[in-house]
Protein backbone atom coordinates (compact mmCIF):
# COMPACT_ATOMS: atom_id res chain seq x y z
CA UNK A 1 0.00 0.00 0.00
CA UNK A 2 1.09 3.28 -0.94
CA UNK A 3 1.97 5.84 1.56
CA UNK A 4 -0.13 9.16 1.10
CA UNK A 5 2.09 12.59 0.77
CA UNK A 6 1.35 15.85 2.19
CA UNK A 7 0.89 17.17 -1.46
CA UNK A 8 -1.54 13.57 -2.31
CA UNK A 9 -3.70 14.73 0.76
CA UNK A 10 -3.47 18.67 -0.34
CA UNK A 11 -5.17 17.52 -3.50
CA UNK A 12 -7.71 14.78 -1.50
CA UNK A 13 -8.46 15.79 1.97
CA UNK A 14 -11.55 18.16 2.83
CA UNK A 15 -12.17 21.81 3.00
CA UNK A 16 -12.11 23.26 6.62
CA UNK A 17 -14.45 26.58 6.12
CA UNK A 18 -14.65 28.96 9.15
CA UNK A 19 -17.66 31.61 8.95
CA UNK A 20 -18.14 34.15 10.95
CA UNK A 21 -22.33 34.91 10.73
CA UNK A 22 -21.49 38.38 12.36
CA UNK A 23 -19.24 39.88 9.73
CA UNK A 24 -20.51 42.83 8.00
CA UNK A 25 -23.28 43.13 10.32
CA UNK A 26 -24.56 39.70 9.37
CA UNK A 27 -25.54 41.17 5.67
CA UNK A 28 -24.23 37.58 3.99
CA UNK A 29 -25.44 35.54 6.58
CA UNK A 30 -28.29 33.86 4.34
CA UNK A 31 -25.22 33.35 1.44
CA UNK A 32 -23.72 30.73 3.52
CA UNK A 33 -25.37 27.39 2.47
CA UNK A 34 -24.56 28.98 -1.31
CA UNK A 35 -20.88 29.31 -0.65
CA UNK A 36 -20.63 26.02 1.21
CA UNK A 37 -22.29 24.35 -2.02
CA UNK A 38 -20.00 26.63 -4.08
CA UNK A 39 -16.76 25.67 -2.56
CA UNK A 40 -18.16 21.90 -3.36
CA UNK A 41 -17.66 22.24 -6.99
CA UNK A 42 -14.83 21.50 -6.30
CA UNK A 43 -15.57 18.05 -5.44
CA UNK A 44 -13.80 17.46 -2.07
CA UNK A 45 -15.88 17.27 1.58
CA UNK A 46 -16.47 20.70 3.01
CA UNK A 47 -16.32 20.73 6.85
CA UNK A 48 -17.88 23.82 8.49
CA UNK A 49 -16.10 24.66 11.67
CA UNK A 50 -17.47 25.54 14.92
CA UNK A 51 -16.52 28.44 17.15
CA UNK A 52 -18.05 30.91 19.10
CA UNK A 53 -15.64 32.87 20.28
CA UNK A 54 -12.76 35.01 18.06
CA UNK A 55 -10.62 32.43 20.08
CA UNK A 56 -12.77 29.11 19.53
CA UNK A 57 -12.16 30.35 16.13
CA UNK A 58 -8.51 30.40 16.00
CA UNK A 59 -8.07 27.32 18.02
CA UNK A 60 -10.19 25.33 15.31
CA UNK A 61 -8.62 26.59 12.74
CA UNK A 62 -5.15 24.92 14.06
CA UNK A 63 -6.99 22.01 15.21
CA UNK A 64 -8.38 21.43 11.48
CA UNK A 65 -4.73 21.97 10.41
CA UNK A 66 -3.25 19.35 12.54
CA UNK A 67 -5.93 17.04 11.51
CA UNK A 68 -4.59 17.10 7.85
CA UNK A 69 -7.26 19.34 5.84
CA UNK A 70 -6.24 19.84 2.00
CA UNK A 71 -7.30 23.17 2.42
CA UNK A 72 -8.78 26.06 4.51
CA UNK A 73 -11.29 29.08 3.85
CA UNK A 74 -12.07 31.67 5.90
CA UNK A 75 -15.69 33.94 4.85
CA UNK A 76 -15.75 36.96 7.03
CA UNK A 77 -13.68 39.58 6.93
CA UNK A 78 -10.15 40.65 7.82
CA UNK A 79 -10.53 39.47 11.41
CA UNK A 80 -11.52 35.96 10.34
CA UNK A 81 -9.19 36.23 7.96
CA UNK A 82 -6.43 36.83 10.57
CA UNK A 83 -7.81 34.42 12.95
CA UNK A 84 -7.35 31.49 9.98
CA UNK A 85 -4.06 33.14 8.83
CA UNK A 86 -2.40 32.08 12.45
CA UNK A 87 -3.29 28.39 11.84
CA UNK A 88 -1.49 28.41 8.00
CA UNK A 89 1.19 30.21 8.03
CA UNK A 90 4.08 28.62 7.41
CA UNK A 91 2.46 25.35 6.35
CA UNK A 92 1.29 23.61 2.80
CA UNK A 93 -1.82 24.10 3.34
CA UNK A 94 -3.50 26.26 0.96
CA UNK A 95 -5.80 28.79 2.00
CA UNK A 96 -8.50 30.86 0.44
CA UNK A 97 -10.32 33.65 1.64
CA UNK A 98 -13.94 34.87 1.04
CA UNK A 99 -14.81 38.62 1.83
CA UNK A 100 -17.71 38.80 3.63
CA UNK A 101 -17.24 41.53 6.18
CA UNK A 102 -16.77 45.12 6.35
CA UNK A 103 -12.98 45.42 5.74
CA UNK A 104 -11.82 42.71 3.27
CA UNK A 105 -8.65 44.41 3.04
CA UNK A 106 -6.45 41.27 2.74
CA UNK A 107 -8.42 39.70 0.28
CA UNK A 108 -8.92 42.41 -2.34
CA UNK A 109 -4.85 43.39 -1.94
CA UNK A 110 -4.66 39.82 -3.27
CA UNK A 111 -6.93 39.85 -6.18
CA UNK A 112 -9.93 38.09 -5.22
CA UNK A 113 -13.20 39.07 -6.09
CA UNK A 114 -15.55 41.69 -3.76
CA UNK A 115 -18.53 39.73 -4.56
CA UNK A 116 -18.47 36.41 -1.78
CA UNK A 117 -20.01 33.84 -4.16
CA UNK A 118 -17.32 35.26 -6.94
CA UNK A 119 -14.86 34.57 -4.74
CA UNK A 120 -15.95 31.29 -3.53
CA UNK A 121 -16.06 30.27 -7.39
CA UNK A 122 -12.11 31.07 -7.58
CA UNK A 123 -11.42 29.02 -4.83
CA UNK A 124 -13.41 26.09 -5.99
CA UNK A 125 -11.42 26.18 -9.41
CA UNK A 126 -8.15 26.68 -7.96
CA UNK A 127 -8.76 23.40 -5.40
CA UNK A 128 -10.33 21.76 -8.67
CA UNK A 129 -6.76 22.10 -10.60
CA UNK A 130 -4.59 22.15 -8.44
CA UNK A 131 -3.84 25.64 -8.80
CA UNK A 132 -2.32 28.25 -5.63
CA UNK A 133 0.33 30.84 -5.26
CA UNK A 134 2.92 32.04 -2.70
CA UNK A 135 2.49 35.20 -1.00
CA UNK A 136 4.56 37.01 1.59
CA UNK A 137 2.43 37.43 5.31
CA UNK A 138 4.63 39.52 7.91
CA UNK A 139 5.70 37.70 11.38
CA UNK A 140 5.36 39.84 14.58
CA UNK A 141 7.10 38.77 17.54
CA UNK A 142 6.71 40.92 21.05
CA UNK A 143 9.46 41.88 23.87
CA UNK A 144 10.64 39.11 26.20
CA UNK A 145 8.84 36.38 25.02
CA UNK A 146 5.56 37.83 24.39
CA UNK A 147 4.90 35.72 21.88
CA UNK A 148 4.25 35.70 18.05
CA UNK A 149 1.36 36.72 15.57
CA UNK A 150 0.92 36.64 11.43
CA UNK A 151 -0.63 39.46 9.70
CA UNK A 152 -1.72 39.79 5.97
CA UNK A 153 -2.31 43.03 5.53
CA UNK A 154 -1.56 46.38 7.96
CA UNK A 155 -0.20 46.66 11.29
CA UNK A 156 -1.60 49.88 13.05
CA UNK A 157 0.61 51.54 15.79
CA UNK A 158 -0.36 55.05 16.14
CA UNK A 159 -3.29 57.21 16.56
CA UNK A 160 -5.22 54.67 14.40
CA UNK A 161 -4.23 51.85 17.04
CA UNK A 162 -5.05 54.19 19.98
CA UNK A 163 -8.58 54.69 18.56
CA UNK A 164 -9.09 51.36 18.42
CA UNK A 165 -7.84 50.29 21.70
CA UNK A 166 -9.86 53.13 23.17
CA UNK A 167 -13.13 51.98 21.56
CA UNK A 168 -13.18 48.39 22.59
CA UNK A 169 -12.90 49.97 26.22
CA UNK A 170 -16.25 51.50 25.82
CA UNK A 171 -18.73 49.72 26.78
CA UNK A 172 -21.69 52.50 25.45
CA UNK A 173 -22.52 53.31 22.75
CA UNK A 174 -22.60 49.94 19.90
CA UNK A 175 -21.64 50.18 16.62
CA UNK A 176 -19.64 53.06 14.07
CA UNK A 177 -20.72 55.64 16.94
CA UNK A 178 -18.56 54.01 19.60
CA UNK A 179 -15.26 54.31 16.84
CA UNK A 180 -16.39 58.01 16.07
CA UNK A 181 -16.89 58.90 19.61
CA UNK A 182 -13.00 57.31 20.29
CA UNK A 183 -11.81 59.11 17.42
CA UNK A 184 -12.84 62.34 18.97
CA UNK A 185 -11.61 61.60 22.54
CA UNK A 186 -8.21 60.68 21.06
CA UNK A 187 -8.14 64.02 18.57
CA UNK A 188 -8.58 66.15 21.49
CA UNK A 189 -5.66 64.95 23.38
CA UNK A 190 -3.88 64.09 19.92
CA UNK A 191 0.18 64.39 20.67
CA UNK A 192 3.45 63.34 18.57
CA UNK A 193 4.75 60.10 19.92
CA UNK A 194 8.41 59.69 20.12
CA UNK A 195 9.37 56.44 17.93
CA UNK A 196 12.42 53.91 17.42
CA UNK A 197 12.36 52.39 14.68
CA UNK A 198 15.30 49.71 13.66
CA UNK A 199 14.99 48.75 9.64
CA UNK A 200 16.85 46.30 9.05
CA UNK A 201 19.11 47.32 11.63
CA UNK A 202 19.55 50.78 11.20
CA UNK A 203 17.71 53.11 13.84
CA UNK A 204 15.76 55.94 13.26
CA UNK A 205 14.14 57.96 16.10
CA UNK A 206 11.36 60.05 15.47
CA UNK A 207 7.68 62.02 16.71
CA UNK A 208 5.06 60.88 14.61
CA UNK A 209 0.80 60.47 15.08
CA UNK A 210 0.59 57.42 12.68
CA UNK A 211 2.71 54.67 11.95
CA UNK A 212 2.10 51.65 9.99
CA UNK A 213 3.75 48.57 8.53
CA UNK A 214 2.07 46.99 5.43
CA UNK A 215 2.74 43.64 4.07
CA UNK A 216 -0.24 44.95 2.07
CA UNK A 217 -1.06 48.08 1.13
CA UNK A 218 -4.85 48.69 3.11
CA UNK A 219 -6.47 48.34 6.34
CA UNK A 220 -9.45 50.03 7.63
CA UNK A 221 -11.59 48.87 4.94
CA UNK A 222 -9.42 50.09 1.02
CA UNK A 223 -7.71 53.29 3.32
CA UNK A 224 -4.18 52.88 1.28
CA UNK A 225 -2.07 53.74 4.26
CA UNK A 226 0.36 51.67 2.03
CA UNK A 227 -0.24 52.01 -1.28
CA UNK A 228 3.21 50.56 -2.78
CA UNK A 229 2.99 47.66 -0.65
CA UNK A 230 3.55 44.56 -2.63
CA UNK A 231 2.71 40.93 -0.97
CA UNK A 232 5.19 39.04 -2.96
CA UNK A 233 8.56 41.49 -2.86
CA UNK A 234 9.81 40.06 0.60
CA UNK A 235 9.54 43.79 1.86
CA UNK A 236 7.88 45.20 4.12
CA UNK A 237 6.25 49.12 3.57
CA UNK A 238 6.47 51.27 6.56
CA UNK A 239 4.93 54.61 6.75
CA UNK A 240 5.20 57.10 9.58
CA UNK A 241 2.98 60.70 9.81
CA UNK A 242 5.11 62.96 11.78
CA UNK A 243 4.37 66.14 14.15
CA UNK A 244 0.84 66.65 12.43
CA UNK A 245 -1.40 68.45 14.70
CA UNK A 246 -5.51 68.33 15.07
CA UNK A 247 -6.01 70.26 11.78
CA UNK A 248 -3.60 68.43 9.51
CA UNK A 249 -4.43 65.49 10.21
CA UNK A 250 -7.91 65.69 9.46
CA UNK A 251 -6.67 67.36 5.98
CA UNK A 252 -4.42 64.41 5.18
CA UNK A 253 -6.68 61.09 6.71
CA UNK A 254 -8.98 61.48 3.74
CA UNK A 255 -6.44 61.40 1.54
CA UNK A 256 -5.51 58.17 2.56
CA UNK A 257 -8.49 56.44 0.94
CA UNK A 258 -6.52 56.67 -2.18
CA UNK A 259 -2.98 56.47 -1.28
CA UNK A 260 -2.19 60.28 -2.32
CA UNK A 261 -1.01 61.19 1.62
CA UNK A 262 2.45 59.67 0.81
CA UNK A 263 3.22 63.03 -1.02
CA UNK A 264 2.36 65.09 2.02
CA UNK A 265 6.08 66.72 3.89
CA UNK A 266 4.91 65.19 7.13
CA UNK A 267 4.75 61.66 5.72
CA UNK A 268 7.85 59.73 5.45
CA UNK A 269 8.14 56.22 4.29
CA UNK A 270 10.30 52.99 4.32
CA UNK A 271 11.05 49.77 3.29
CA UNK A 272 12.80 47.13 5.02
CA UNK A 273 12.92 42.87 5.89
CA UNK A 274 12.53 43.51 9.54
CA UNK A 275 11.13 46.45 11.38
CA UNK A 276 12.05 47.22 14.97
CA UNK A 277 9.52 49.24 16.88
CA UNK A 278 9.71 50.75 20.22
CA UNK A 279 7.21 53.52 21.83
CA UNK A 280 5.32 53.83 25.03
CA UNK A 281 1.92 53.02 25.81
CA UNK A 282 0.71 51.67 22.33
CA UNK A 283 -1.19 48.35 21.26
CA UNK A 284 -0.96 47.46 18.15
CA UNK A 285 -3.58 46.36 15.91
CA UNK A 286 -3.09 43.88 12.64
CA UNK A 287 -5.67 43.32 10.48
CA UNK A 288 -8.06 45.77 12.10
CA UNK A 289 -7.63 42.79 15.27
CA UNK A 290 -5.71 43.66 18.65
CA UNK A 291 -2.34 42.03 18.86
CA UNK A 292 0.91 42.67 20.79
CA UNK A 293 1.66 45.57 22.93
CA UNK A 294 5.42 47.85 21.44
CA UNK A 295 7.88 47.10 21.24
CA UNK A 296 7.64 44.33 18.51
CA UNK A 297 9.83 43.04 15.91
CA UNK A 298 8.08 42.47 12.37
CA UNK A 299 9.59 40.38 9.98
CA UNK A 300 8.64 39.79 6.05
CA UNK A 301 8.23 35.99 5.07
CA UNK A 302 8.09 35.48 1.58
CA UNK A 303 5.94 32.89 0.48
CA UNK A 304 4.53 32.05 3.86
CA UNK A 305 0.51 31.30 2.66
CA UNK A 306 -0.40 29.66 -0.81
CA UNK A 307 -3.53 31.31 -2.08
CA UNK A 308 -6.25 29.70 -3.94
CA UNK A 309 -6.28 31.86 -6.64
Known sequence: MLAVTAADHRSTGPVAVLANPTAGQGRHRELLPRLLARLA????????????????????CHAAVAAGVGALVAVGGDGTVHR???????????????PAGTGNDFAADTGFPTDPLAAAGVIAEALRTGRDHPVDLARMTGAAGGGHRWYGAVLAAGFDAVV??????????????RYDLAILAELARLRPRRYTLRLDGVAHTLEAVLVAVGNGASYGGGMRICPDADLTDGLLDVVVGGRFDRRTLLRVKPRIHTGTHLTHPL???YRARTVELVAEGITTYADGERALPLPVRISAVPGAVRLLR
Do not use: I, K, Y
Not at 41 to 60: C, F, H, I, Q, S
Not at 84 to 98: E, R, S
Open 267 to 269: VRR
Open 41 to 60: DAGRPVRLLTAGTPGEAEAA
Open 164 to 177: NERANRMRWPRGRL
Open 84 to 98: ALQAVAGTTVPFGPV
